[in-house]
């Protein structure tokens, strides 16, 4: 590729073991008084709210602790209300990406828009990103909508692994394939640029050593720091490049079906490995050499064939389910079509660098997943 183009946008990121106890000074920094938290249940039990409230001190006015996954258009509603009750200045997303995304939808609804505070506790990379989707939940199906606009990028990233040692091996597992997906499709993007295959390349090494051993022992944190930078160079190559067929067809199976993000990533991940293969095969062999396939006496095709089953395996290891039918939702073969032909028109699967033309591939790829 010899012609590039990509935004990339000020953002403060600090890294460390122990970072979120620097965040009232980065908030002093920035001037912000009075702020506003979204974040959900699982953060009041693991305590990291209590971390973070006792940092902030009286800064922090206002709390919604019930944010549901994939953004609900409803919850929105809510929490815009408390920010205008209580004259936020900005607003923090601690968690995964769902209260990420909530932060990002209520700074967009207000005009000006308010700078985002995001504290990631899983894997999933929103932090790094000027994206967030938001579900309309009375639509009939419901349906997930991106939207995409620099100033909805988050002004500040605290990146604490602490945080993370309490992450379920269910969610470290997907939400780290999830990671793994964003390198991936950041590789054979057809927007990618040499930063971004950088970013993508060092993040699949660091997550390709740590994610099992974060599964095994959750509360190692050597595995726990090295996989949280794979997820913060997964999400910063995500943020500079466009995705592909993989990513829209997980959009669309969570915002219409309910698939839990990182469960679509799981069951997607090989089988758009393998449809992508014939032209990507070039872009994905650092992925191939990082998991430490062999390459002797092998055709690109094999090794990526070997890469989409070494992924298989490690989702296998991870207990993650592998078909749509164990996903957990309420989702019918009889329904492929329709998602099929949903995914068909989502611009994402249409950036897809091997050309889609018609839903029925996509029906044979999410046949194959079934
Ligand atoms: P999530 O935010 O929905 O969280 C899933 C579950 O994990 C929740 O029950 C949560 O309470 C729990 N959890 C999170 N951190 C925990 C911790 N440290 N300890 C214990 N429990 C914890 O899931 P997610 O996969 O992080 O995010 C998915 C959402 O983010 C989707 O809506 C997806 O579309 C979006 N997303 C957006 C981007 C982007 O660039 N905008 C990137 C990736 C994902």
């Known amino acids: 590729m010899d012609k ?53 001190g009286d ?40 209260p990420i995304g909530m932060a990002k939808a209520v700074s967009y609804a207000l005009e000006p828009s308010i700078p985002i505070i995001a504290i990631p506790t899983t894997y999933a990379g929103s932090e790094m990103t000027a994206v967030y989707g938001i579900t309309h939940s009375q639509e009939n199906p419901p349906r997930k909508v991106t939207v995409n606009d620099s100033k909805i990028v988050p002004k500040l990233v605290i990146y604490d692994p602490e945080l993370t040692l309490d992450l379920p091996p269910e969610m470290t597992a997907s939400t780290g394939i999830n ?32 994610l099992l051993s974060c599964y095994q022992n959750g509360k190692n944190l050597e595995a726990r720091t090295e996989m949280l930078m794979g997820a913060h160079l997964a999400g910063l190559s995500l943020a500079f490049v466009s995705m592909g067929l993989h990513h829209g067809l997980c959009h669309v199976l969570g915002g219409t079906a309910n698939v ?10 090989p089988h758009a490995i393998r449809f992508n293969a014939d032209v ?63 995914a068909f028109q989502n611009r994402t699967v249409q950036n897809n660098p091997k050309p889609i033309t018609e839903p029925a591939q996509i029906e044979t790829l999410l046949r194959a997943a079934w």
Not at 6 to 12: H, P
Not at 67 to 79: A, E, F, N
């Open 280 to 342: 990507t095969a070039p872009q994905l062999l650092p992925v191939a050499e990082a998991m430490g396939i062999s390459f002797i006496g092998s055709s690109p095709q094999l090794v990526m064939e070997a890469m989409a089953q070494k992924i298989s395996e490690l989702i296998a290891q991870m207990n993650l389910p592998q078909r749509l039918r164990d996903a957990g939702v309420d989702l019918k073969e009889s329904d492929l079509p329709a998602l099929a032909q949903l």
């Open 4 to 56: 590039f183009r990509y935004s990339s946008y000020a953002q403060e990121v600090i890294f460390a073991p122990g970072a979120i106890a620097q965040v009232s000074d980065a908030v002093e920094r920035f001037g912000w008084q009075r702020l506003l938290l979204c974040t959900n249940n699982s953060m009041q039990v693991n305590r990291n709210v209590d971390l973070l409230r006792s940092a902030l």
């Open 179 to 210: 990671a793994l997906a964003h390198c991936i499709e950041a590789l054979y993007s057809v927007t990618r640029h040499p930063f971004s295959t950088a970013a993508a390349i060092q993040g699949v090494t660091y997550i390709s050593n740590s």
């Open 260 to 269: 839990p993000h990182g469960i679509a990533n799981s069951i997607i991940l």
């Open 59 to 98: 800064r922090l006015v206002a709390t919604f602790d019930r944010v549901q996954p994939h953004v609900q258009d409803i919850q929105v509603d809510q929490v815009l209300g408390l920010a205008l009750e209580h004259e936020i200045e900005a607003v923090i997303g601690l968690g995964g990406g769902s």
